[in-house]
């Protein structure tokens, strides 16, 4: 498994080389997997799979989206599950 998942979108496009690219809603996804990391089942979301799209990737178009790019918008409990945990509460001592 990829140490990053993949994206699914509402919508897609295709850039200057004739490669698909997510648009509108854009949700991660491990390849192989029915549902995003926030439990969208993709079916019934009527999501399209882009695994050639890291979710890095997605979240780095989000950030520096050009002017004729068209608009992405990253689903925010995704988001947050891709984040790394923190091992505790800051500030607080472990158990013994």
Do not use: K, Y
Not at 2 to 14: D, F, N, Q, Y
Not at 74 to 93: F, I, K
């Amino acid at each position: 498994m990829p140490a990053t998942p993949a994206v699914a979108a509402s919508s897609g496009w295709r850039d200057d080389e004739g490669v698909r690219m997510p648009s509108g809603d854009v949700h991660a996804w491990w390849p192989h997997q029915n549902q995003t990391l926030c439990g969208l089942p993709l079916h019934r979301a009527r999501l399209d799979r882009f695994p050639h799209v890291l979710w890095i990737d997605a979240v780095w178009i989000h950030d520096t989206a050009a002017p004729g790019t068209p608009v992405i918008a990253l689903c925010r409990r995704c988001t947050a599950a891709v984040r790394p945990r923190a091992r505790g509460r800051p500030g607080r001592r472990p158990r013994r």
